[in-house]
């Protein structure tokens, strides 16, 4: 009888009560959380609005909730449509991410992602909008202007509809040259505006000084902004601020100028040499 009795995993057999003791334990609490969802009521709604932008706030969520679903504080959190809240928040053309729970203590949580915009478009005939990080275009509101930089002139597309994807290239080119000047503190600072000419050409509108510069558009951009720095450190001195009207670098290896008095042109070879 106790060689029996020795023979027993006791070890084993103790894990295996306490794993059965856990899941009964899970399984009690598993129901009183949901008896408790079943009874308890939401004691109150935290909205949270994160990002850069500006374009909401959180009146504006508890506004919209309020408006559509009616009033959730009160009511038994079994009750509120959080993926119907969640839907109509991420209908807002300027929020990018939305989420929403209940905490332990009943209270809502909203939590709201606005976009982040990088650039504001004019078109050609004077429509406004903005693009986003990630390409969508955004409504223009008188409410909020975010410090972005301004691409107007002989721009052919429009605005339909909000969140709609950039269609043209020559948009798409503004964008990446808009991203890559952001990412550079001399051009970031000296770059105020984009033009697009009657060329369907992109020029940029400096912070110092009157020269149209032309990039053309958004390829080898780091060669043609090189470029531009030679053109203002050893060429502008030597000829004064007023010499020229227009610099372009749109074609490889050249700096082409135009005087301001008449048609002549200076174009300088450069052959990668831009030291």
């Not at 129901?31 to 969802?37: A, R």
């Not at 040259?177 to 000419?197: A, E, G, R």
């Not at 050249?254 to 831009?274: P, V």
Request: charged share 25%; glycine share 6%.
């Amino acid at each position: 009888m106790l060689n029996k009795l020795r023979n027993i995993p006791w070890k084993l057999l103790g894990y295996g009560c306490l794993t059965i003791i856990a899941l009964v334990g899970v399984v009690m609490l598993m129901s009183l959380v949901k008896k408790k969802d079943v009874t308890q009521v939401c004691t109150s709604m935290k909205v949270m609005v994160e990002g850069k932008e500006a374009f909401i706030d959180q009146h504006d969520i508890s506004n919209l909730v309020k408006a559509k679903f009616g009033k959730v504080v009160g009511k038994n959190l079994n009750t509120i449509p959080v993926e119907q809240i969640e839907q109509a928040l991420m209908e807002l053309p300027y929020v990018s991410a939305a989420e929403i729970y209940v905490d332990m203590d009943g209270v809502l949580q909203i939590s709201v992602q606005q976009r982040e915009v990088v650039l504001r478009v004019v078109n050609k005939n004077g429509q406004e909008y903005y693009i986003d990080t990630k390409g969508a275009k955004v409504p223009v509101t008188l409410r909020y202007v975010p410090h972005v930089l301004v691409a107007n002139g002989n721009i052919k597309e429009g605005y339909k509809q909000a969140l709609d994807t950039v269609e043209t290239k020559l948009v798409n080119d503004l964008v990446s040259i808009v991203q890559h000047i952001k990412s550079d503190p001399l051009w970031s600072n000296q770059v105020v505006q984009l033009y697009v000419n009657e060329a369907q050409d992109i020029e940029i509108v400096p912070r110092v000084g009157t020269q149209q510069l032309v990039l053309g558009n958004a390829s080898k951009l780091d060669e043609k902004l090189a470029r531009l720095v030679v053109f203002y450190k050893n060429i502008l001195p030597r000829v004064g601020a007023d010499a020229y009207q227009k610099v372009n670098v749109k074609y490889d290896d050249q700096i082409i100028c135009e005087r301001k008095s008449g048609w002549m042109l200076d174009s300088l070879q450069l052959k990668m040499k831009m030291n």
